[in-house]
């Protein structure tokens, strides 16, 4: 069974600081991993996608890929209460029939306060 | 506009009433998925298609049957719903098999 592990939270932080969630996952042979974020009752939107390893910048966000350590992270600066959503991280697998799997964690909710 | 769109957004069914939920994307996208969320569980996929009559079953297939005749459409059909089914659905496209998921709006289906 392939995991994605995010810790539920909620993460709180201050307006204005640097948010930092984190992901774990199990396949060393992955390949894709995302980052979404959802607002309640709607559906996920893709916020960064990445990878290899290292830093990808855009705007506020930045995502990190380690695949040695099997990690990966959103750092999201400048937080804003608009981005008090949940964030679901998504590891793609590619099964041995060529089908591929999109495997979600649960979510990390963030709570920005103003 | 490029979108997934899905319908009904909002159903309310009884025990065993056959149901259809459409899924229709005007991407050209070759791949699409159906997934239920439910709290605590996070984003569970259903069933998948990589191309035309082409499908595979996801983590939790049990109950549900999926159909690809053409590229753009993938419902969802649920031959005898039951109380457990009770979730919300998303729809998903992509490109190709390592790129990221488009999704519709939801499906909120309540089985009673």
């Known amino acids: 069974q392939k995991e994605v592990e995010q810790n539920s939270g909620p993460l709180s932080v201050p307006e204005g600081a640097i948010a930092s969630l984190n992901c774990t996952y199990s396949d060393r042979g992955s390949q894709s991993f995302f980052w979404y974020r959802q607002y309640s009752g709607k559906s996920p939107e893709l916020i960064m996608s990445i990878y290899s390893n290292g830093d990808k910048e855009d705007g506020r966000f930045t995502a990190q890929l380690n695949k040695a350590s099997q990690y990966v992270s959103l750092l999201i600066r400048d937080s804003q209460p608009s981005d008090s959503a949940t964030y679901l991280c998504?590891?793609?697998?590619?099964?041995?029939?060529?089908?591929?799997?999109?495997?979600f964690g649960t979510g990390t909710r963030l709570l920005v306060s103003p | 506009e490029a979108q997934v769109t899905q319908n009904p957004r909002y159903l309310i069914t009884v025990t065993g009433k056959k149901l259809t939920v459409t899924c229709s994307q005007n991407m050209n996208h070759e791949y699409m998925s159906w997934y239920r969320q439910d709290p605590g569980l996070g984003l569970r996929q259903i069933y998948y298609?990589?191309?035309?009559?082409?499908?595979d079953k996801g983590d939790v297939p049990e109950g549900y049957k999926v159909s690809r005749k053409e590229k753009r459409n993938f419902p969802l059909i649920l031959e005898s719903p039951s109380p457990n089914q009770t979730s919300l659905y998303f729809c998903?496209?992509?490109?190709?098999?390592?790129?990221?998921?488009?999704f519709g709006q939801g499906t909120r289906l309540t089985v009673v």
């Open positions: 998504a590891v793609n697998y590619l099964k041995n029939t060529g089908f591929q799997k999109l495997v």
């Open positions: 298609s990589m191309n035309v009559e082409v499908t």
């Open positions: 998903a496209s992509t490109v190709s098999a390592n790129t990221e998921a488009f």
